[in-house]
C-alpha cells in the first residue's frame, strides 16, 4: 500500500467531539444561585434585623441575598470553513481534505482526526467542531487530490473561550508529489557462511509523517525472493525517510539474518545498501 493512500483516522481522547456540516449550534454560558435567609431578633423596641456579613447584600423588608456563581457550561462550538488552493495548473488539483486537531500544542494529544471530507462547487467545504472544552487547540488541515496524495496544507492555533467562535483556513498547494523507486541491495554478513544462503525475505515498512510527528506504516511484503543478481525494489514511493525491517530466511524457512534501520529516499531511484546481521 503506497504511503499517499494512507492517513490514520481515529477519535481518541475527549469523548463527546461531534462532527458536522451545516447548522451551526451554540453553547455556553455562567449563571448564578441565590440564597435568601431572614435572620433577626425581638426585644422590647420591636423587632431588629441583622446587620449583613461579608457579601450579603441587604434587600428590603430583611431579607439578605448572597450570589453563589455557579458554573453552567464550560464549552464552546468552532465553525470551520476551509478553501481548497487555486489551481495553478501545475500542482495537483486537491478534491478532499482531512483534519487533525491536537489540545494545548502543536505536539499536545490528538483528541480528532478524519478525512476525505469535501468541499463545495466554491471550493469551500465546512465542519462544525462542537462541545471543545475552552482552551488552546492546534488545528492542522492537509489537501488530498483524486489519488489521496497529500498535495495541499494550512496550519494554526485557535482558543476556544466563547460559545460560537468561527475560524477559516485557505489550504496552500506544497508543491507537486514526486514519488520513485528505492532498490534493496541485501548484503549476507561472512557471506552466509554460518547461517547459509538467503532463499527469501520478509519486509516492513514505515514512512514518517510530519503531521503527525511520527512513523506511519506503510506496507509488509512476504515471501519477496532473494536474488544478490537482481535487486528487488520497492515502487513508487513518495520521497521521504522510511523505517525499514527485513528478515531473511534460509531454504528450510528458518529465518538466519535480519536488518532494521531508517532511509532517506531522494531520488527517482535510491540504491540502499542492506547489512543483514544475525538474530
Not at 184 to 192: I, N, R, Y
Not at 267 to 278: E, I, R
Request: charged share 15%; hydrophobic share 40%.
Amino acid at each position: 500500500m503506497n504511503p499517499k493512500r494512507l492517513f490514520l483516522s481515529a477519535i481518541t481522547g475527549a469523548a463527546a467531539f461531534t462532527l458536522l456540516t451545516g447548522a451551526r449550534s451554540c453553547s455556553g454560558g455562567y449563571g448564578s444561585s441565590y440564597a435568601y435567609e431572614e435572620t433577626g431578633y425581638y426585644t422590647d423596641d420591636g423587632y431588629h434585623y441583622e446587620e449583613p456579613v461579608g457579601t450579603t447584600v441587604v434587600v428590603g423588608g430583611g431579607t439578605y441575598i448572597e450570589p453563589v456563581p455557579v458554573v453552567v457550561d464550560v464549552v464552546g462550538d468552532l465553525a470551520l470553513t476551509i478553501y481548497a488552493p487555486y489551481d495553478d495548473g501545475v500542482s495537483p488539483f486537491t478534491q478532499t481534505f482531512g483534519i487533525t486537531v491536537r489540545q494545548d500544542s502543536a505536539y499536545g494529544p490528538i483528541i480528532l482526526e478524519g478525512r476525505d471530507y469535501t468541499f463545495d462547487a466554491s471550493g469551500a467545504g465546512a465542519l462544525d467542531l462542537t462541545e471543545l472544552g475552552y482552551g488552546l487547540y492546534d488545528v492542522e488541515v492537509v489537501g488530498f487530490d483524486a489519488y489521496g496524495a497529500s498535495v495541499s496544507y494550512a496550519a494554526t492555533t485557535v482558543t476556544v473561550d466563547e460559545s460560537l467562535q468561527y475560524l477559516t483556513l485557505e489550504l496552500e498547494n506544497t508543491a507537486v508529489i514526486v514519488t520513485g523507486d528505492v532498490a534493496l541491495d541485501l548484503q549476507v554478513p561472512d557471506s552466509g557462511v554460518y547461517n547459509g544462503p538467503v532463499d527469501s525475505f520478509d519486509y516492513y515498512l514505515w514512512q514518517w509523517d510530519p503531521i503527525s510527528g511520527q512513523y506511519v506504516f506503510v506496507e509488509s511484503v512476504g515471501y519477496v525472493p532473494f536474488d544478490s543478481y537482481d535487486m528487488p525494489i520497492l515502487p513508487a514511493l513518495d520521497l521521504g525517510w522510511y523505517y525499514l525491517e527485513i528478515d531473511a530466511f534460509d531454504y528450510a524457512g528458518v529465518k538466519n539474518y535480519i536488518y532494521s534501520g531508517e532511509f532517506e529516499h531522494t531520488a527517482n531511484l535510491t540504491s540502499l545498501t542492506v547489512w543483514l546481521d544475525y538474530p
